[in-house]
């Protein structure tokens, strides 16, 4: 059972209006000390609480008291020095002394703790060794008892010097002292542990709550962007498919001839116009991709050939920069289980994205080669020993002799629309959407992609996909 | 604070705030030490490791006979450590003054700092302000090497609003000092609010002379008081509301 005091608040505790001997000692180790307390002086004695509680009694029947209590005036006179001891007024030095008509006295002391009167201590009765009269009040209270037994009950009274009462009194009160500070150090000390865990859990409930706030906002707040880009790349596609299809007729010369100049300036609003028109369609697969409404139509797909397509669409454009376009694929290459179009995707953008970064005279290699990648994601690195199933995967390096990506950088240039370098000078135009497409769509092939130095300068671009799908079990 | 009317007794709270190790229950030790018998109850200290403080310390101070008001000092000590935040908040709940002891070197001016801002959010989660509560600094450890000197602390004290004092806690330099000038401080701002030297008939200065008297240093409060560097001893009453 919790002690009282357990329900008591750190301020009741400390600052000392709260705290009652029952709160600070164990009524049994009480009971005991009293009890040795007693075997050891003879002197009776019980504790009471401030509230008249009696906690601790030791005392034999006194054999006086049992025969006084077989006449009713006896029995008054026993009632009346009972209460009048228990509720005796204390002087200012928390003592006071009631000697009994009928011969025998009591001492009463306060027991104090920290300044306050937290109870009683009743030390009797007893009677003065010089005491060997029998007092006539005694031998007066009923002529029914028999006075040669008072005589001898009186004569076996606990003895004891009323100044020796007072120093044991004393002593009893000191060794109380230690014992209720000590027990109010262990009270306290509970006391406090309790509050200071409460106390922790209730602060890290709170930003718990936070946090859950922050992150439901967030995750909202992504929602929100993904339909705004859908709903905006949908709207600005539509009237530009007119500017294109106009520009292109009137390029035609569906609308009639046009100058040399004429058709100069038309076939450049077209040509800007298609470039706006991947843009959007750029932003239109990420916030599909984000959104996962983009489905990828796999199939067996024959990687020579892809790669092979990508080059050739690639190389006007490494032309022009002066740049070499190399395909190397090993030979005897599995088919894998993949999109074509969106696989397509992923390495021209890479490619485009390597020719971009590449000084004139520089090369841009793809390659593939099979590989094996670990069943087990790195996320449940458990049971490698059971997991560590190897599955075949194709590893597509796409390596550039350019200006390379800083080691810092490499995390970061896949999230949507970052630039290695955002200045506004910045020599290479882009709109940072590409990687961020090439990594949504990487991932939906169960691929990884990652970004390696390449010797003695640029990067490489390691694309790994496994070649058949994921089963489960 | 606690007022009991029966007993025409007063309970105030002081709390020594500090960052770990700046020698907060070092202060409370030399207290208990300097008081008079009678004066001071036993020190208690909760749950030490490596003596270091763990819950709190405290030491309670009592001085009867002044006027027809008893006045009871419950000092409490916080953990310095930065991981007992929330001990160090329930601590400082009901403070009605504040000791803040900083270590004076200077490669523990970064602890000084966050302790402070500690102190004050944790009486912003009480709803309080550094503004109203009573509140003087000890730089601490002055006897050790490379402490910030007297005279930058003199400048910057010079600029603050809180009574500063300079300390050697183990040797008992300065201790007493700094706790009659938390006490004075408090009591003016205790008497602002409850009005007691009129209700009680209190006189704060015999008041005052009475604690320096049982804490062993018999100079006149003034004496005492002119111990601090900068600061505002004499701007009693925090502003009203």
Redesign the interface.
């Given at each position: 059972m919790l002690p009282p005091a357990a329900a008591k608040t750190?301020?009741e505790l400390?600052?000392?209006?709260g705290v009652s001997l029952e709160d600070l000692i164990d009524r049994d180790a009480l009971g005991e000390m009293v009890k040795s307390f007693y075997d050891l002086f003879g002197v009776p004695l019980r504790i009471f609480s401030e509230e008249g509680k009696l906690l601790g009694d030791a005392a034999d029947q006194i054999p006086l008291y049992t025969f006084l209590n077989t006449v009713k005036a006896g029995r008054n006179v026993l009632a009346e020095v009972a209460s009048k001891v228990k509720n005796l007024a204390l002087g200012e030095d928390g003592m006071a002394s009631y000697p009994c008509a009928t011969g025998e006295h009591y001492r009463v002391a306060a027991i104090q703790y920290?300044?306050k009167r937290i109870g009683r201590m009743i030390l009797g009765p007893f009677v003065t060794p010089a005491q060997v009269e029998t007092p006539a009040a005694l031998l007066a209270l009923d002529p029914a008892l028999d006075a040669a037994r008072l005589h001898e009950l009186f004569r076996a009274m606990p003895r004891a010097e009323d100044d020796s009462v007072v120093k044991l009194s004393r002593h009893l009160g000191r060794t109380l002292d230690l014992l209720l500070?000590s027990g109010?150090?262990a009270l306290?000390?509970s006391n406090?542990?309790l509050?200071?865990v409460r106390?922790?859990f209730r602060?890290l409930s709170d930003k718990n709550d936070k946090l859950q706030t922050a992150f439901d906002r967030l995750k909202e707040l992504d929602r929100l962007k993904s339909n705004f880009l859908a709903t905006v790349s949908h709207e600005l596609r539509t009237p530009l498919t007119s500017i294109i299809g106009y520009s292109e007729m009137l390029v035609e010369g569906l609308a009639g001839e046009m100058t040399g100049e004429q058709r100069e300036f038309v076939q450049t609003i077209r040509d800007k116009g298609e470039q706006l028109l991947q843009l959007i369609k750029g932003l239109l697969d990420l916030s599909k991709l984000e959104s996962g409404t983009m489905s990828l139509r796999k199939s067996q797909t024959e990687i020579l050939g892809l790669l092979r397509d990508v080059s050739q669409t690639m190389a006007p454009t490494a032309r022009k920069k002066e740049v070499e376009l190399q395909v190397d694929v090993e030979n005897g290459l599995p088919l894998i289980w993949a999109d074509a179009e969106r696989l397509r995707q992923v390495f021209l953008n890479l490619t485009e994205n390597a020719i971009k970064f590449t000084p004139a005279q520089g090369k841009v290699t793809l390659s593939a080669r099979l590989t094996a990648i670990d069943a087990a994601r790195p996320e449940d690195a458990g049971g490698v020993v059971i997991l560590s199933a190897r599955r075949t995967a194709i590893e597509f390096r796409v390596a550039d002799t350019g200006i390379g990506i800083p080691e810092s950088e490499r995390g970061r240039v896949f999230d949507a629309f970052y630039q290695v370098d955002s200045s506004s000078t910045r020599e290479v135009g882009g709109t940072g959407l590409g990687l961020s497409i090439v990594r949504r769509l990487i991932d939906g092939h169960d691929g990884t992609v990652r970004i390696i130095d390449n010797t003695p300068k640029g990067a490489v671009f390691i694309v790994t996909i496994p070649v058949r799908r994921a089963t489960i079990g | 604070m606690?007022l009991?009317f029966v007993n025409r007794e007063l309970?105030i709270?002081l709390v020594y705030y500090g960052p770990a190790l700046s020698g907060k229950t070092t202060n409370l030790q030399a207290l208990h030490k300097a008081a008079a018998p009678g004066a001071s109850?036993?020190l208690?200290t909760?749950?030490t490791k490596d003596d270091r403080t763990l819950?709190?310390d405290?030491l309670?101070l009592?001085f009867r006979n002044q006027g027809s008001l008893a006045v009871?000092l419950?000092v409490?000590t916080v953990p310095g450590q930065v991981i007992?935040?929330?001990?160090r908040?329930?601590?400082v709940?009901?403070a009605d003054g504040i000791a803040f002891i900083a270590d004076s070197r200077a490669a523990e001016t970064q602890h000084n700092t966050e302790s402070f801002m500690d102190l004050r959010e944790n009486l912003k989660q009480h709803g309080l302000t550094l503004r109203q509560m009573p509140l003087i600094i000890q730089f601490n450890k002055r006897d050790m090497p490379d402490v910030r000197s007297d005279a930058e602390i003199a400048d910057l004290a010079s600029k603050g609003r809180e009574p500063v004092y300079l300390a050697v806690a183990t040797r008992g330099v300065g201790v007493v000092e700094s706790m009659i000038g938390l006490l004075h401080l408090t009591w003016s701002a205790l008497d602002a609010e409850h009005d007691l030297n009129k209700k009680f008939g209190f006189d704060p200065k015999a008041f005052l002379a009475q604690v320096a008297q049982k804490l062993g240093n018999p100079k006149p409060i003034p004496e005492i008081l002119q111990a601090c560097v900068g600061g505002a001893l004499d701007v009693l009453r925090p502003e009203a509301g």
């Open positions: 750190f301020d400390t600052l000392g209006h920290d300044g500070f109010h150090r306290l000390t406090m542990h509050a200071s106390e922790s602060e | 606690q009991d309970t709270k109850g036993r208690m909760l749950e819950f709190f405290l309670p009592t009871r419950k409490f007992h935040a929330s001990t908040r329930l601590v709940q009901g």
